[in-house]
């Protein structure tokens, strides 16, 4: 699977939009781009995923380059309850135990009231 | 509509007693996965079921642990003779057979050894 980066930390004042980068340069053709968060002392929360059109869900937009290196994920409006640690991920459909996530470290978003 | 749900939420138990940790899946999701999660570390795949497939047991860390799932239902996570590196958070999710990477996980058993 792909190696993905992210920035450790990010603020975000809140009622303004938070977008947050991930960086997956080596992305194979068939491997999708998933986005989850952590809120400290939860399980881990689905938001949206991606192949190569941008997409939208009630959640957040998840807006992918035309090369498809690098991705960003769109809170439209941060509320304090977004503050969490946020994951992308990339995963393709082969292999042995494809199925298991596995998170880096993610980018802490800290909305600011 | 309902989500995964955990019980207990919380479990405080003695080094070597046995624990039963449960999970009720979202309904109609054939994939159900066990996680376990020690404080500030990331995910720790334990065990994957799939319909009526054979689990994958890979993760799981020792004979100690062992998983049921009857059906398509209800799984248990059992965990023989606890030991103190045993604590950690053990998260259930589940997702539809094609929707492997859409994984909805449950609020999680905090389990203490002491």
């Known amino acids: 699977d792909a190696k993905t980066t992210q920035p450790p930390s990010m603020d975000c004042a809140e009622g303004r939009a938070a977008n947050l980068p991930c960086n997956h340069s080596?992305?194979?053709?068939?491997?999708?781009v998933y986005w989850y968060r952590q809120i400290h002392s939860q399980g881990p929360q689905y938001i949206i995923h991606?192949?190569?059109n941008n997409e939208t869900n009630e959640m957040a937009s998840l807006i992918i380059t035309e090369d498809r290196k690098s991705s960003t994920l769109i809170l439209p409006h941060a509320t304090l309850r977004d503050t969490a640690v946020y994951y992308c991920?990339?995963?393709?459909?082969?292999?042995?135990?494809?199925?298991?996530?596995?998170f880096g470290k993610g980018t802490k978003l800290s909305v600011i009231p | 509509g309902a989500g995964v749900s955990q019980s207990p939420s919380n479990k405080v138990t003695e080094k070597g007693k046995d624990v039963e940790l449960r999970c009720d899946p979202i309904s109609g999701h054939t994939a159900l996965y066990w996680y376990r999660q020690r404080l500030g570390q990331g995910l720790e795949f334990l065990i994957y079921f799939q319909g009526n497939s054979a689990p994958d047991k890979s993760g799981l860390p020792s004979d100690r642990f062992s998983a049921e799932r009857t059906g398509e239902s209800v799984s248990t996570l059992t965990i023989q003779r606890t030991q103190q590196e045993d604590s950690a958070v053990y998260l259930c999710?589940?997702?539809?057979?094609?929707?492997?990477?859409?994984?909805?996980f449950g609020p999680g058993t905090r389990l203490t050894v002491t």
């Open positions: 999710a589940s997702s539809l057979a094609r929707a492997v990477y859409e994984q909805y």
């Open positions: 080596t992305i194979s053709g068939n491997e999708y």
């Open positions: 991606g192949l190569k």
């Open positions: 991920i990339v995963r393709g459909y082969s292999g042995a135990g494809s199925y298991q996530l596995t």
